[in-house]
């Protein structure tokens, strides 16, 4: 989750760079050096960076296809040589009887967490973008759970989640509650990693819900003020529809991400107990790092197939973008 | 009416400030609550009687995690700088041609999930030996970071004024010269801010350690909590300790950085 930074970011300057991607404007051309001249220069100074792609994006990525239609065993990783399986590997993810356990662990990891995050982060910006007196101080505050290494976060919860020395099982006891075993009852794993991961993206949501805000006109709030509308009717009509492209991107740009989510769900549960936490990045990370038999293939072909579910995605978040900017 | 209403809200901000801080807190009881008193019930709300036994342990057996994590970040900030400052001067001033592209191309990379790259990563370095060095993980590592770093460098840079370009063109620099004498240092700000991020995140990262520097000497500070975390379970006090210990960074870019992370952000909020 710590590259939602990057998201919060790149949204924006992608915004920048999108804009552009329009044909060069003819200023350079007047330019004493020639258009090709400087063309060199360009890819000179892009070089280490299209270099950095290709070995370090583009080949790990190609080797992954590999591993996904070979049968990779760890001696065939150093002597080089698999078996093509085709797409083996593939049938196999699509028949395992872990495949539809995982997709809806999946499912409801994300959609749980980003509706709520989503829920919460709304509601604090709304809270927050009247200034008040520290409301610029405890704002930075709020950002804490996202800058801490999830290490740290993840096992936290864990503490705090433990069943008989947990500070909330303490807490659902001095209520007349029934202690809970969050992490250990099958039931209820699923829900105490999702509660953890909705705390992480409460301020990314927040963050970007807040700066969205701050794009809304205070006019309108006030002559909606003159109008007669409480603060209720303000949101419904005002805050809400005003801010529904910002919310579209934040929602799919935290889907994105949080498909992606291996840390905190392995720090707390290894994705268990049994399979009831796992999640397809979780398995994926399991077949491949988790246990002491590596089966790169199979957690390969899984890998992908979040690849290909993380752009579908993705790519209607860019598109989304793109019409939102050419308005 | 206004000031009371103000008052008012500052009381109730505390308080959700509070409750989401509170996991933060509780790190910090934990880890200056004495072991005989962990597993009490109720738990102790207020370490009474505080006790460093928990950092002790730290610093007895997790000095050379932490060095290691400083080197991996240092070397992270380094190559992302050095690899995305030239870049988004290409992007953002040279007008280089499929910019489009490529522009593309970093956010998508941004989204491709770090258990997928931990395999591809996995499966090159076995095969050049580069698992369980600290270079491999550095080079890991930076795949977190550049994309963003590029994207920030070139909405910055974008921003730049054409004056003071063309004023070092009058002035006979060539592209290299105007790279080094006026774009750099007037980035630096985005400089700051990347640098920061960049080392945060390699700082913080789990995936890659946990996968390409699993049986290495030198391991980092995350899975050397980790690992703390499997072979004690019963010093929850020296886990936490570790892992306020693990937090320093994160509390000094918060403190120190705030100002260059709101830079970095307005930066490329141009057309918002």
């Known amino acids: ?327 | 009416m206004n000031a009371r209403r103000a008052w008012w809200k500052t009381a109730l901000g505390v308080l959700f400030t509070a409750l989401m801080l509170f996991p933060v807190y509780w790190m910090f009881n934990v880890s200056l609550t004495q072991t005989s008193d962990l597993r009490n019930s109720p738990p102790n709300w207020f370490p009474w009687a505080p006790t460093l036994e928990g950092y002790q342990a730290v610093f007895a057996s997790q000095l050379p995690a932490l060095g290691t994590s400083l080197l991996i970040g240092l070397g992270t900030v380094l190559l992302t700088v050095v690899v995305a400052a030239p870049a988004g001067y290409a992007l953002a001033l040279l007008n280089l041609r499929g910019r489009g592209t490529l522009n593309f191309i970093l956010i998508v990379a941004q989204m491709i999930p770090g258990v997928v790259m931990a395999m591809g990563f996995y499966a090159i370095y076995v095969r050049l030996g580069l698992l369980n060095s600290v270079g491999g993980l550095i080079i890991a590592d930076s795949t977190i970071a550049i994309p963003f770093a590029v994207l920030l460098y070139t909405a910055f840079m974008a921003g730049i004024p054409k004056e003071l370009l063309q004023a070092a063109k009058v002035d006979g620099a060539g592209a290299w010269r105007t790279f080094v004498s006026v774009v750099l240092p007037v980035s630096r700000n985005s400089t700051i801010t990347v640098a920061l991020f960049a080392f945060l995140w390699a700082w913080s990262d789990f995936i890659f350690a946990s996968t390409l520097s699993r049986n290495g000497d030198l391991i980092p500070i995350t899975l050397s909590i980790y690992q703390y975390i499997g072979n004690n379970t019963t010093q929850w006090n020296a886990i936490m300790a570790t892992a306020v210990v693990a937090s320093i960074p994160a509390a000094v870019l918060l403190i120190l950085a705030q100002r260059y992370v709101a830079a970095g952000v307005t930066a490329g909020s141009v057309k918002d």
């Open chain 1, 1 to 327: 989750m710590t590259t939602t930074l990057a998201a919060a970011t790149a949204r924006r300057d992608g915004t920048a760079g999108a804009g552009g991607s329009t044909p060069p404007a003819p200023a350079p051309r007047s330019r004493r050096r020639g258009p090709r001249g400087s063309q060199w220069a360009a890819i000179g100074f892009a070089a280490p960076l299209l270099a950095y792609l290709a070995f370090f994006y583009a080949f790990p990525l190609w080797r992954n296809i590999e591993l996904s239609v070979h049968d990779y065993t760890i001696r065939a990783f150093v002597q080089g040589e698999a078996d093509f399986v085709g797409l083996q590997n593939y049938a196999q993810i699509f028949g395992s009887p872990l495949f539809g356990q995982a997709l809806a662990n999946t499912a409801f990891f994300t959609l749980v967490s980003i509706a709520v995050q989503f829920s919460i982060g709304l509601a604090l910006a709304v809270f927050f973008r009247g200034a008040f007196r520290l409301s610029g101080f405890l704002r930075a505050l709020f950002l804490v759970p996202w800058l801490l290494p999830l290490i740290v976060s993840a096992s936290t919860w864990a503490w705090m989640l433990n069943s008989e020395n947990g500070i909330v099982n303490s807490l659902i006891r001095a209520f007349g509650g029934t202690q809970i075993n969050w992490l250990t009852s099958p039931e209820t794993a699923l829900l105490a990693v999702t509660i953890a991961n909705i705390w992480l993206g409460i301020p990314f949501n927040l963050v970007i819900l807040y700066s969205g805000l701050q794009n809304i006109p205070e006019e309108v709030y006030e002559a909606a003020s003159l109008d007669g509308a409480g603060p209720w009717r303000q949101f419904w009509s005002i805050t809400f529809p005003l801010l529904r492209p910002v919310s579209a991107i934040t929602l799919l740009l935290g889907l994105v991400y949080t498909l992606k989510v291996v840390d905190v769900i392995w720090i707390m549960t290894t994705g268990g107990p049994g399979t009831t936490t796992t999640t397809l990045a979780i398995w994926s990370y399991r077949e491949a790092f988790g246990t002491g038999q590596p089966d790169f293939s199979p957690a390969a072909a899984v890998g992908n197939l979040l690849i290909v579910i993380a752009l579908v995605f993705g790519l209607l978040y860019l598109q989304l973008q793109r019409r939102q900017e050419n308005r």
